[in-house]
């Protein structure tokens, strides 16, 4: 279900996208509106503050729920996390804004080798994070802490699972902008579509500061 939530959410984002994209096409698109932003760039902003308030209410429902009813009901997440990993695995996600960066500076001074080699690096780097909250599930599920093993197992899991997702869909923008550029559409006065993309890199990147300091940090 959250897959399909976060589509019909990001839908109507991509449509003007779309639109914006293909009229500029034919040249520079200068944003004629009366926040002096592009429409683009205002929808994601009006998203990304959307989805402040459910990963605080995902961050709430955590802190609730984060300490077991009994101890039958198996291992409470901090029983069995592994805070070294975690920590490595977070420095790379956090990494990857800076190769973000580097590449929306790339495209506007229309360096197109430098753009697909640093949005390259931002997925790969994404990528490396996912493979690793997927370890650590595997790990913490034979260690007996289940999804339905207990209610601050269900609230941990979907946290961090639902962050997760957001960036898998994160990684599948980098990869369709690094494949636009490959084809050669991506020219330098579309240098705000890489910047819109990067918006929503860099929340998922600060969403995951809060969650791991709430969840892995805070007793």
Request: charged share 15%; proline share 4%; glycine share 8%.
């Amino acid at each position: 279900m959250a897959p399909l939530l976060m589509i019909e959410r990001l839908r109507p984002l991509a449509e003007s996208a779309i639109k914006e994209g293909l009229a500029a096409e034919f040249g520079h698109v200068e944003a004629n509106t009366n926040t002096g932003i592009s429409n683009t760039k205002l929808a994601m902003w009006i998203f990304l503050a959307s989805e402040c308030l459910l990963f605080g209410g995902l961050i709430t429902t955590y802190l609730l729920y984060k300490t077991p009813l009994t101890i039958e009901q198996g291992p409470a997440p901090k029983q069995v996390y592994d805070i070294p990993f975690t920590s490595v695995s977070s420095f790379v996600l956090l990494m990857s804004s800076l190769t973000m960066v580097l590449a929306v500076a790339a495209i506007e001074r229309g360096d197109h080798h430098r753009l697909r080699t640093w949005l390259a690096g931002t997925a790969l780097l994404g990528g490396t994070f996912i493979a690793g909250q997927i370890y650590e599930f595997t790990a913490f599920k034979s260690e007996g802490m289940g999804y339905t093993t207990s209610r601050s197992s269900s609230a941990f899991y979907t946290l961090t699972g639902f962050h997760g997702v957001h960036v898998t869909v994160g990684i599948i923008m980098l990869v369709s902008l690094l494949l636009l550029s490959l084809r050669g559409r991506l020219p330098e006065h579309r240098a705000e579509t890489v910047e819109v993309v990067g918006l929503y890199w860099h929340f998922v990147d600060v969403v995951w500061i809060v969650i791991f300091a709430v969840v892995y940090l805070i007793p």
